[in-house]
C-alpha cells in the first residue's frame, strides 16, 4: 500500500558523519536547544567495542541509516507507524545493499528497497519479516541477518558507553528534528493503515495487550520471546534490572521507567542480544506471515 509519501520521500542516510558524546553537549548548549536530552530514546549498536547511537527523533524523518561500524556494513531501522527498530547485516549472498525507504507500506509496515546505480534489479524487503518480497531477492528467498540493538534512553546508553559516536544531525532537517508527527497516532489504538491478522489473543500466559502495547522480541536459539515492555520495567523494578534464563541462554535486562525502555544483554557481559522492539500488533502480523511462509516451505 501506499504510504502517501514517493519514494525516497524520506530520504535514508548513507555513511551519515558522526559526533561524540562531549560535541553533543556542545551542540545542545550552542543552539540553546535540545538536539538529545537525557529522556530521548536512541538505538544502540555495539560492533568489537565500537558503538553508536542513533536517535529516534532524527530517524522519524529518515527510517533507514546505512553505516559502517568496526568493519561491518550494517543498517539501522525505525519505523514509527510500527515503533520496529531492527539492526541489519547489510551483506546479503555476494552483495553489500544500500537499503533506502520505498514510500510503500506492507501491514503497515516499513518496506524497503535495495538502491541500484541504474535502478534495475531493485528488491523490495520487509522491515519487520526481515526478508526480500518482492524482486529478485524474493525470488532467491533471501533474508536479512537481524544483528543486536537496544532502544533505551540517552542518559542510559551514554553512561553505559561514554565513548559512544552519535548520529549527526543533518542541516537541513534540524527544525524537523524538533517535531514528533507521530504523537498523536502514538495516543491511541487506532490504526492508520490495514493490517492483517490482527491480534485476537495476547501471548500464551499474558493479559491481553493493546495493538500498541510495546513489546520486545529477544531471539534465543531458534526462537524469540516476547515480553511486553512495561512488563519488563515492572519485573525489574527499584533496581532495574532482571535475570532469567531461556532455552539455555542467560539473560539480562536493564530497564528504564522515564522513559520505559528495556535493554537485553548476554549474561554478565556487556554483549548484547538479538533484539527487535515493535507494537504488539505489527510484531504479530508479521510474524504470522513468516511463520506461515516457513510451514509451507517446510
Request: hydrophobic share 40%.
Amino acid at each position: 500500500m501506499a504510504s502517501g509519501l514517493p519514494k525516497d520521500g524520506l530520504p535514508a542516510l548513507v555513511h551519515p558523519p558522526l559526533m561524540s558524546v562531549s560535541e553533543v553537549d556542545s551542540l545542545n548548549k550552542a543552539e540553546r536547544g535540545k538536539y538529545l536530552v537525557p529522556t530521548d530514546r536512541i538505538i544502540g549498536f555495539v560492533r568489537n567495542g565500537v558503538a553508536r547511537a542513533y536517535p529516534l527523533r532524527v530517524l522519524n524523518w529518515h527510517e533507514v541509516v546505512n553505516d559502517t561500524v568496526a568493519g561491518q556494513p550494517v543498517a539501522i531501522t525505525f519505523n514509527p507507524l510500527c515503533e520496529s527498530s531492527v539492526v541489519f547485516q547489510r551483506i546479503v549472498a555476494t552483495d553489500t545493499l544500500e537499503l533506502r525507504v520505498s514510500g510503500l507500506l506492507y501491514n503497515s509496515n516499513l518496506l524497503m528497497y535495495d538502491h541500484r546505480q541504474h535502478g534495475e534489479d531493485e528488491s523490495l524487503w520487509s522491515q519487520l519479516q526481515g526478508r526480500a518480497i518482492a524482486g529478485p531477492a524474493a525470488a532467491k528467498e533471501l533474508t536479512l541477518p537481524v544483528l543486536p540493538c537496544v532502544v533505551v534512553s540517552w542518559h542510559a546508553w551514554r553512561t553505559w558507553f561514554p565513548e559512544s559516536m552519535v548520529l549527526f544531525p543533518t542541516q537541513q532537517f534540524r527544525e524537523r528534528y524538533k517535531r514528533n508527527p507521530y504523537g498523536v497516532y502514538h495516543g491511541s489504538d487506532k490504526l492508520r493503515f490495514p493490517v492483517r491478522p490482527l491480534p485476537t489473543a495476547p501471548p500464551s500466559g499474558r493479559e491481553a495487550l493493546h495493538y500498541k502495547e510495546r513489546i520486545v522480541a529477544v531471539h534465543t536459539g531458534d526462537n524469540w520471546q516476547i515480553y511486553p515492555l512495561a512488563e519488563l520495567v515492572k519485573r525489574c523494578g527499584e533496581g532495574g534490572e532482571w535475570l532469567t534464563y531461556q532455552d539455555g541462554v542467560s539473560l539480562r535486562f536493564l530497564c528504564g521507567d522515564k522513559p520505559a525502555t528495556a535493554a537485553v544483554f548476554l549474561g554478565d557481559s556487556r554483549e548484547l542480544a538479538p533484539t527487535i522492539y515493535a507494537f504488539w500488533f505489527a510484531w504479530y502480523a508479521h510474524r504470522s506471515v513468516v511463520s506461515a511462509n516457513s510451514s509451507r516451505t517446510d
